[in-house]
Protein backbone atom coordinates (compact mmCIF):
# COMPACT_ATOMS: atom_id res chain seq x y z
CA UNK A 1 0.00 0.00 0.00
CA UNK A 2 1.56 3.37 -1.15
CA UNK A 3 1.58 6.41 1.48
CA UNK A 4 0.59 9.70 0.49
CA UNK A 5 2.97 12.70 1.45
CA UNK A 6 2.04 15.74 3.06
CA UNK A 7 4.67 18.64 1.73
CA UNK A 8 4.17 21.21 4.73
CA UNK A 9 3.86 20.48 8.44
CA UNK A 10 4.91 23.31 11.12
CA UNK A 11 6.55 20.72 13.69
CA UNK A 12 7.87 21.94 17.52
CA UNK A 13 11.95 21.97 17.75
CA UNK A 14 13.99 23.18 20.29
CA UNK A 15 11.75 26.04 20.42
CA UNK A 16 11.55 26.84 16.60
CA UNK A 17 8.49 25.70 13.82
CA UNK A 18 10.73 24.24 10.59
CA UNK A 19 8.80 22.98 7.51
CA UNK A 20 9.07 19.11 6.97
CA UNK A 21 8.52 17.26 4.04
CA UNK A 22 6.99 14.32 5.49
CA UNK A 23 4.45 11.85 6.30
CA UNK A 24 6.40 10.40 8.80
CA UNK A 25 7.69 13.26 11.17
CA UNK A 26 11.07 12.37 13.73
CA UNK A 27 11.87 14.78 16.09
CA UNK A 28 14.89 14.96 18.65
CA UNK A 29 13.97 16.64 21.93
CA UNK A 30 10.79 17.80 20.36
CA UNK A 31 10.23 19.91 23.63
CA UNK A 32 13.47 21.07 25.94
CA UNK A 33 12.99 20.11 29.55
CA UNK A 34 13.38 23.98 30.59
CA UNK A 35 10.73 25.18 28.38
CA UNK A 36 7.17 26.16 28.72
CA UNK A 37 4.99 23.14 27.51
CA UNK A 38 1.94 25.00 27.46
CA UNK A 39 3.78 26.69 24.26
CA UNK A 40 4.34 23.16 22.60
CA UNK A 41 0.76 22.30 23.39
CA UNK A 42 -0.62 25.57 21.95
CA UNK A 43 1.43 25.29 18.63
CA UNK A 44 0.93 21.43 18.20
CA UNK A 45 -2.87 22.15 18.50
CA UNK A 46 -2.78 24.79 14.92
CA UNK A 47 0.05 22.25 13.33
CA UNK A 48 -2.20 19.26 13.74
CA UNK A 49 -5.68 21.28 12.88
CA UNK A 50 -3.65 21.71 9.30
CA UNK A 51 -3.81 18.23 8.60
CA UNK A 52 -5.83 16.86 6.48
CA UNK A 53 -9.13 14.83 7.82
CA UNK A 54 -8.42 11.05 7.92
CA UNK A 55 -4.45 11.83 7.56
CA UNK A 56 -2.51 8.95 8.93
CA UNK A 57 0.66 10.78 10.77
CA UNK A 58 3.28 9.85 13.31
CA UNK A 59 4.55 11.68 15.97
CA UNK A 60 7.94 10.56 16.95
CA UNK A 61 10.23 11.53 19.86
CA UNK A 62 11.10 13.08 23.34
CA UNK A 63 8.15 15.35 24.16
CA UNK A 64 9.33 15.84 28.00
CA UNK A 65 5.89 15.17 29.18
CA UNK A 66 5.44 12.40 31.73
CA UNK A 67 2.46 10.26 29.93
CA UNK A 68 1.83 8.39 33.35
CA UNK A 69 0.98 11.91 35.52
CA UNK A 70 -1.76 11.90 32.82
CA UNK A 71 -4.12 12.12 36.07
CA UNK A 72 -2.29 14.09 38.12
CA UNK A 73 -0.35 16.57 35.96
CA UNK A 74 -3.00 19.29 34.01
CA UNK A 75 -0.62 20.04 31.46
CA UNK A 76 0.02 16.41 30.92
CA UNK A 77 -3.61 15.89 31.04
CA UNK A 78 -3.93 18.77 28.12
CA UNK A 79 -1.60 17.68 26.02
CA UNK A 80 -2.82 14.07 25.94
CA UNK A 81 -6.47 15.39 25.78
CA UNK A 82 -5.23 17.48 22.93
CA UNK A 83 -3.27 14.90 20.99
CA UNK A 84 -7.00 12.11 21.49
CA UNK A 85 -9.16 14.76 20.04
CA UNK A 86 -7.51 14.60 16.74
CA UNK A 87 -7.52 10.72 16.94
CA UNK A 88 -3.74 10.54 18.35
CA UNK A 89 -3.04 7.54 20.06
CA UNK A 90 0.49 6.60 21.74
CA UNK A 91 1.79 3.44 21.22
CA UNK A 92 4.24 3.35 24.15
CA UNK A 93 2.44 2.91 27.38
CA UNK A 94 5.81 1.90 29.48
CA UNK A 95 8.46 3.95 30.82
CA UNK A 96 11.11 4.93 28.55
CA UNK A 97 13.39 6.37 31.01
CA UNK A 98 14.27 5.01 34.54
CA UNK A 99 16.82 5.94 37.25
CA UNK A 100 17.39 4.68 40.62
CA UNK A 101 14.39 7.04 42.23
CA UNK A 102 11.72 7.47 39.45
CA UNK A 103 10.44 6.32 35.85
CA UNK A 104 8.55 8.33 33.58
CA UNK A 105 7.11 7.98 30.04
CA UNK A 106 8.47 10.68 28.29
CA UNK A 107 9.40 9.21 24.88
CA UNK A 108 6.56 7.85 22.53
CA UNK A 109 5.24 7.51 18.85
CA UNK A 110 1.59 8.72 18.51
CA UNK A 111 -0.19 8.28 15.58
CA UNK A 112 -3.52 8.69 13.91
CA UNK A 113 -3.01 5.40 11.62
CA UNK A 114 -5.33 3.34 13.96
CA UNK A 115 -4.20 -0.26 12.32
CA UNK A 116 -2.68 -2.84 14.45
CA UNK A 117 0.33 -1.79 15.48
CA UNK A 118 3.32 -3.70 17.00
CA UNK A 119 5.40 -1.73 19.20
CA UNK A 120 8.03 -1.74 22.53
CA UNK A 121 10.53 -0.69 23.65
CA UNK A 122 14.22 -1.93 23.28
CA UNK A 123 16.05 -2.66 26.90
CA UNK A 124 19.63 -2.49 25.03
CA UNK A 125 20.10 1.72 25.44
CA UNK A 126 22.32 4.13 24.50
CA UNK A 127 21.72 6.82 27.00
CA UNK A 128 19.10 7.38 29.35
CA UNK A 129 16.45 6.98 27.35
CA UNK A 130 15.61 3.37 25.93
CA UNK A 131 15.09 3.27 22.35
CA UNK A 132 11.30 2.92 21.26
CA UNK A 133 9.46 1.44 18.18
CA UNK A 134 6.55 0.97 15.88
CA UNK A 135 5.73 -1.66 13.57
CA UNK A 136 2.50 -1.35 11.36
CA UNK A 137 2.28 -4.39 8.91
CA UNK A 138 -0.50 -3.32 7.32
CA UNK A 139 1.14 -0.32 5.40
CA UNK A 140 4.51 -0.34 4.00
CA UNK A 141 6.50 2.96 4.09
CA UNK A 142 9.42 4.01 1.80
CA UNK A 143 12.19 4.28 2.60
CA UNK A 144 14.63 6.93 2.77
CA UNK A 145 17.98 6.12 1.10
CA UNK A 146 21.14 7.82 2.82
CA UNK A 147 22.49 10.70 0.58
CA UNK A 148 26.03 9.57 -1.75
CA UNK A 149 28.48 11.24 -0.54
CA UNK A 150 31.29 12.22 -2.55
CA UNK A 151 34.68 13.24 -2.42
CA UNK A 152 37.35 15.43 -4.06
CA UNK A 153 40.91 13.89 -4.29
CA UNK A 154 42.74 16.18 -4.01
CA UNK A 155 46.40 14.69 -3.72
CA UNK A 156 49.30 17.06 -4.31
CA UNK A 157 49.32 15.90 -8.00
CA UNK A 158 45.66 17.57 -8.48
CA UNK A 159 46.47 20.48 -6.29
CA UNK A 160 49.38 21.54 -8.31
CA UNK A 161 47.37 21.38 -11.94
CA UNK A 162 43.95 23.28 -10.35
CA UNK A 163 46.52 25.92 -8.70
CA UNK A 164 48.53 26.03 -12.38
CA UNK A 165 45.23 26.25 -14.20
CA UNK A 166 43.98 28.84 -11.51
CA UNK A 167 47.17 30.79 -12.21
CA UNK A 168 46.83 31.00 -16.10
CA UNK A 169 42.81 31.79 -16.09
CA UNK A 170 41.47 34.66 -17.66
CA UNK A 171 39.47 36.57 -14.70
CA UNK A 172 38.11 39.56 -16.90
CA UNK A 173 34.60 38.62 -16.86
CA UNK A 174 34.62 38.49 -12.99
CA UNK A 175 36.63 41.62 -12.52
CA UNK A 176 34.68 43.78 -14.56
CA UNK A 177 31.33 42.94 -13.12
CA UNK A 178 29.59 45.70 -12.09
CA UNK A 179 27.01 43.76 -9.66
CA UNK A 180 28.66 41.61 -7.36
CA UNK A 181 26.14 39.06 -7.46
CA UNK A 182 27.07 38.35 -11.03
CA UNK A 183 30.67 38.52 -10.04
CA UNK A 184 30.62 35.75 -7.60
CA UNK A 185 28.58 33.81 -9.69
CA UNK A 186 30.81 34.01 -12.85
CA UNK A 187 33.85 33.36 -10.49
CA UNK A 188 32.49 30.26 -8.57
CA UNK A 189 31.18 28.87 -12.04
CA UNK A 190 34.88 29.74 -13.65
CA UNK A 191 36.55 28.08 -9.51
CA UNK A 192 34.45 24.83 -9.94
CA UNK A 193 35.03 24.15 -13.50
CA UNK A 194 38.43 24.08 -13.21
CA UNK A 195 37.96 22.12 -10.16
CA UNK A 196 35.54 19.72 -11.96
CA UNK A 197 37.97 18.79 -15.09
CA UNK A 198 40.98 18.32 -12.28
CA UNK A 199 39.50 16.63 -9.83
CA UNK A 200 35.86 15.66 -10.15
CA UNK A 201 33.33 14.89 -7.09
CA UNK A 202 33.19 10.94 -6.92
CA UNK A 203 31.84 8.58 -4.20
CA UNK A 204 33.61 8.31 -1.26
CA UNK A 205 35.20 4.62 -1.62
CA UNK A 206 36.60 4.74 2.02
CA UNK A 207 32.82 5.03 3.86
CA UNK A 208 33.09 2.85 6.83
CA UNK A 209 30.56 2.22 9.89
CA UNK A 210 31.59 3.73 12.98
CA UNK A 211 32.04 1.34 15.51
CA UNK A 212 30.25 0.87 18.87
CA UNK A 213 32.28 2.93 21.71
CA UNK A 214 33.49 0.93 24.68
CA UNK A 215 31.44 3.42 26.88
CA UNK A 216 28.06 2.30 25.54
CA UNK A 217 29.07 -1.42 25.88
CA UNK A 218 29.23 -0.38 29.39
CA UNK A 219 26.22 1.47 29.69
CA UNK A 220 23.71 -1.45 28.37
CA UNK A 221 23.80 -3.48 31.25
CA UNK A 222 23.65 -0.66 33.22
CA UNK A 223 20.01 0.26 31.37
CA UNK A 224 18.89 -3.39 31.74
CA UNK A 225 19.59 -3.25 35.60
CA UNK A 226 17.57 -0.34 36.22
CA UNK A 227 14.67 -1.80 33.84
CA UNK A 228 14.68 -4.93 35.87
CA UNK A 229 14.82 -3.16 39.11
CA UNK A 230 11.63 -1.16 38.03
CA UNK A 231 9.71 -4.17 37.13
CA UNK A 232 9.94 -5.85 40.77
CA UNK A 233 7.78 -2.66 42.33
Known amino acids: MSCTFYKKFSVYIEQDWTQVESHFMEY ?33 GDFNLDLSKA ?17 FVPLISQPTRVTHSSSSIIDNI ?4 LSHHISGILLHDFSDHFPIFALCPNHCFPIPTAPIKLRRNLCPDSLRKINLQL ?21 YAILFYILDSVS ?26 LYNNYQKF
Do not use: G
Request: hydrophobic letters at 35%; aromatic letters at 6%; one cysteine or more.
Open 28 to 60: EKIRPPNSDPSNLIQKLDLALSSLKTNSKVYLV
Open 71 to 87: CSDKLVASFSDLLASFN
Open 200 to 225: PLLPNPNRTVQPMDDHVDVLIPFQIT
Open 167 to 187: SVQDWSSVTTQDNINTCCSTF
Open 110 to 113: FTSN
